[in-house]
C-alpha cells in the first residue's frame, strides 16, 4: 500500500498534467478529504505538506480538528457536506469555509452565530448540477433567485466566495462531463454580474472525476480514497 505522502505526490502531479495538457495557467487547489480518517491520518497528510481539508461531518470533523496534534499545525478546513443549522456553532468554530450552502436560512443562522462571536465565514453556494442526481444543493433553475436573496441580504460576515458541485454518480464520463461544464458557466456568468473581486472559487472534482473538472475549469478538487485510501 502507499503511503498518504506517496499518494498526495501523485495526485499533486496528475494535476499538474491535466493543467499542462489544457494550458491551464491559474493555481488548481488540492483538498485533502479527511472524513471517516483518523485524526493521525490528519496528522501524516500535514507532515507531507498538506494544509488544506475538508470535512463533511461537522462533530467528527470538531472531535478531529480540536486534537493538540491537529489544532497547532497550520490547516485550513472546510465543511464540505450538508450543514445542519443545530451544528452551525461548532462548524464556524472550526471552519474556515462552508462549501455547501443551498438555502438561505443557513446563512442567516451562521450570520447571527458569526456576528456573536465577530467572526468571518466564507462560503459557497452548493449547485445541484447532476440533473437531480444527486440530494443536495441549490437547483439550477433555482440558483438565481438565492443568489438575488444573498444579494439583498447584504451580510456583514458571511461571505460569498464562489460555487461548488457534486458530480453525478455514474461512470458516463460525458455526463460528468456535462454537469461540470454545467457549473463553469454559471461561475464564469455569475463573476461577471456581481463584480467581486473575491468570487473566485469554482469547487469540483473528486477521486474518480477530478481531471475531468480540471479540464472544465474547476480551481479546487476535493479529494479523500485516492490521498487516504478506501472507506
Ligand atoms: C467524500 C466527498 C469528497 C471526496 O470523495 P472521494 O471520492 O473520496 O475523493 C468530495 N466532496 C464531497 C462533498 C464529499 O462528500
Redesign the pocket.
Known amino acids: 500500500m502507499s503511503s498518504i505522502k506517496d499518494n498526495l505526490l501523485r495526485i499533486l502531479d496528475l494535476i499538474n498534467l491535466v493543467k499542462i495538457k489544457n494550458n491551464i495557467n491559474y493555481d488548481v487547489n488540492l483538498m485533502a478529504?479527511s472524513?471517516t480518517f483518523s485524526s493521525s491520518d490528519v496528522a501524516e497528510a500535514m507532515e507531507a505538506g498538506q494544509t488544506l481539508f475538508?470535512e463533511?461531518r461537522v462533530l467528527e470533523a470538531y472531535d478531529k480538528f480540536n486534537l493538540p496534534i491537529i489544532k497547532e499545525k497550520k490547516h485550513s478546513l472546510h465543511i464540505?457536506?450538508h450543514l445542519q443549522r443545530n451544528k452551525v456553532k461548532e462548524a464556524i468554530e472550526i471552519a474556515e469555509m462552508i462549501?455547501?450552502i443551498d438555502k438561505i436560512d443557513t446563512l442567516d443562522v451562521i450570520e447571527k452565530k458569526c456576528s456573536e462571536k465577530n467572526k468571518k465565514m466564507d462560503f459557497l453556494i452548493e449547485v445541484n448540477t447532476s440533473f437531480e442526481m444527486q440530494k443536495y444543493g441549490v437547483l439550477v433553475e433555482d440558483f438565481d433567485k438565492l443568489l438575488e436573496q444573498i444579494t439583498k441580504k447584504d451580510y456583514k460576515f458571511c461571505n460569498l466566495r464562489g460555487i461548488m458541485t457534486?458530480g453525478p454518480l455514474t461512470d458516463d464520463k460525458v455526463i460528468i462531463k456535462k454537469s461540470f461544464k454545467l457549473l463553469n458557466d454559471i461561475f464564469i456568468k455569475i463573476r461577471q454580474q456581481i463584480k467581486k473581486t473575491d468570487f473566485d472559487i469554482i469547487s469540483m472534482g473528486?477521486?474518480?472525476d477530478f481531471e475531468i473538472a480540471i479540464s472544465e475549469g474547476s480551481n479546487l478538487v476535493?479529494?479523500?480514497?485516492?490521498i487516504f485510501g478506501k472507506?
Open positions: 478529504v472524513k475538508g463533511n464540505i457536506g462549501q455547501s457534486v473528486m477521486s474518480s476535493r479529494i479523500g480514497s485516492a472507506r
